[in-house]
């Protein structure tokens, strides 16, 4: 097989160019029109037996199409000497002096801007394309011939981190932040370029992409985060201070923080993950769709907010007893409608719950853009977009007039659905169902790591199970590591929950 | 043969055997058939060396193989959605 095409292929482009290629590829490879699609529907066969294939070939220098199956491609090209065709499935060119396909690099990148173009035509998403290596990566590779390889069993990426007093909230963020496989793969390859170059030290992505080699780099003596630590201190203020601080809270603190270092400086003012591309934003960030039904006259009215996490509740938000006051009043009709419920138990519940149509109330009449009146109305929430890392927080402590922890028993799924909470899955179910055959997005998760809190609010301690190699889990306590299964993990008592999408899609 | 024919060239009109194969293509690269293959190519080449082979024997080689990898539900997906398919049209 030649990589670099054959002189047969480059004394034809001499004389034809690549035209001729083109239109064979445009009108009967990959079709963008209706037009084409005819052509290549009704005359398109093979022009001695009439089969429709496999392997269909057009001769590259005249209007003729032969099976190479069956040998009618090759006895043309022996007959009339046309020794180059094109395969017509894929648009490989075959030389039949050479007796063997051709790669030549000009027409495989008129069939790749093609084939994008006939997907982007139907509708379907990119395919799949192996990777190449660019210039810079090939002269990379070339000067670095050291390969490592991960073998099964290997514990590269295994680091316990030292509690430096309480910081156990950090170090179980941290475990599962570098357990992140599109993080961790981001980083690896150095992807991050610092918009703080001139002040360096002050970047917390940079910080984060030291720790990552750090965590891979094949060394096992636990590690110590101070810098990391005083980073957070310096740009979340409300987290620093030797206390033992909300694991959930310092996550989405290090998020933001993470996701402003990213655009640089200049765009602090844009600190919302609303439209933002940077890894941050690519991996956690969803959309989440409110729907807000006018009971009086069915008028919709919808937002769609970007989320990092979704906060779930476990408490059915009923006071136990009148000593306990609501802690909103606008919620209050909410709660006695509950009142009579069970707790969730798994966090399917807690999903179903959240994505529920919820009566706001009499007593919340909300202003109505349709018929411009206050009525009481609908509220329901669902998913519009996932993102690729999706992170539930089980709320276990309720901050109401006293904190208490939730410590019951919520299951989890080691994989995870999300298309019954998608928006366009609920619309479906409403009635009109659309074409039935569809790509349907994929929306399969798998569960790949878990926060755990032990004890109590102020003297307890927190630990994260983490996932690595797709299925060894092990059991991050600090600096001690040590191998889990995944049915500890599922028995644990969940707090925060990480699941990472199965497939992603190209963009 | 004509009737084999004219479902195919309806399913090439409409676009729908481009909407079928990219997701058998998709699929097949979900569940690692891809790799699969691409491994089988890669040994078979290794052993025969580069220049001692040629696409088609490749292809002959591995045709067999790779249709006997391709895992059931695969096949039961593609075959429900294509009778779906036309049973929607028809
Ligand atoms: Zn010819
Ligand atoms: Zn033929
Ligand atoms: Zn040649
Ligand atoms: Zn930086
Ligand atoms: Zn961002
Ligand atoms: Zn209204």
Not at chain 1, 185 to 207: I, M, T, Y
């Amino acid at each position: 097989m030649s990589e670099h095409g054959c002189i047969h292929l480059s004394n034809f482009k001499a004389a034809k160019g690549t035209q001729p290629y083109k239109v064979i590829y445009a009108y009967f490879v990959a079709c963008t029109s209706t037009e084409a699609r005819k052509r290549k529907a009704f005359s398109c066969y093979c022009y001695i037996c009439r089969c429709l294939g496999p392997r269909l070939h057009s001769c590259l220098h005249c209007i003729f199409f032969g099976c190479f199956v069956s040998g009618h491609i090759q006895e043309h090209a022996k007959s009339k000497k046309h020794f180059l065709a094109v395969e017509l499935t894929y648009g490989m060119v075959m030389c039949f002096q050479c007796g063997d396909y051709i790669y030549d690099r000009e027409l495989t990148d008129i069939a790749n801007e093609r084939d994008a173009k006939a997907s982007k035509a139907l509708g379907l998403p990119i395919s799949y394309r192996s990777w190449e290596p660019s210039a810079n990566e090939i002269e990379l590779l070339r000067l670095h011939p050291r390969r490592r390889r991960v073998i099964e069993n290997s514990t590269i990426g295994l680091r316990g981190l030292i509690n430096l007093g309480n910081t156990c909230f950090m170090n179980c963020i941290v475990q599962a932040l570098t357990h992140t496989p599109l993080l961790r793969d981001f980083f690896l390859a150095d992807k991050h370029q610092c918009q703080f170059r001139d002040q360096p030290g002050s970047c917390l992505v940079c910080e984060v992409s030291r720790l990552f080699q750090e965590f891979y780099s094949g060394n096992k003596a636990p590690l110590i985060l101070h810098r990391l630590l005083h980073m957070i201190w310096t740009h979340a203020h409300h987290l620093a201070g030797y206390e033992q601080q909300d694991a959930h809270e310092f996550f989405i603190a290090t998020l933001n923080v993470l996701h402003r270092h990213c655009k640089g400086s200049s765009a602090h003012t844009h600190s919302s993950p609303e439209h933002c591309n940077c890894i941050i934003d690519q991996i956690f960030t969803g959309g989440l769709q409110s729907d807000v039904v006018c009971q009086a006259c069915n008028g919709v009215s919808t937002t769609i907010d970007p989320f990092w996490d979704i906060s779930l509740d476990l408490a059915t938000d009923i006071p136990t007893s009148s000593s306990e006051s609501n802690d909103s009043g606008q919620k209050s009709s909410e709660s006695s409608q509950k009142s009579n419920e069970q707790e969730p138990t798994s966090l399917i519940d807690c999903l179903t719950r959240f994505t529920r149509p919820e009566h706001l109330g009499s007593s919340a009449k909300i202003k109505c853009s349709n018929c411009q009146s206050y009525q009481e109305s609908t509220k329901q929430l669902t998913m519009k977009k996932l993102p690729v890392v999706a992170s539930f927080h089980l709320k276990r402590f309720k901050h109401s007039s006293r904190f208490h922890k939730i410590s019951t028993y919520v299951a989890f799924p080691e994989h995870l659905d999300m298309t019954p909470f998608m928006s366009h899955y609920r619309n479906m179910n409403n009635g009109h169902c659309g074409n039935t055959f569809n790509l349907l997005p994929d929306n399969r998760y798998s569960l790949f790591a878990v926060i755990n809190h032990l004890g109590t609010l102020d003297g307890g301690h927190y630990t994260a199970f983490i996932r690595q190699q797709q299925n060894h889990w092990f059991k991050c306590d600090d600096h001690l590591i040590t191998k889990a299964n995944i049915q500890e993990v599922l028995d644990s008592e969940g707090y925060l929950l990480f699941y990472h999408k199965q497939f992603l899609e190209y963009e | 043969m004509l009737y084999k024919t004219s479902i195919e060239q309806s399913l090439i009109l409409s676009g729908e055997k481009d909407r079928f194969k990219e997701l058998l293509r998709t699929r097949l690269t979900e569940c690692g058939w891809r790799d699969q293959i691409q491994m089988l190519c890669r040994q078979i080449v290794k052993e025969r060396g580069v220049q001692n082979i040629t696409a088609d024997e490749l292809i002959g080689e591995v045709t067999a193989k790779g249709r006997a990898l391709v895992p059931d539900a695969v096949k039961k997906e593609l075959l429900q959605k294509i009778k779906a398919h036309f049973s929607q049209d028809m």
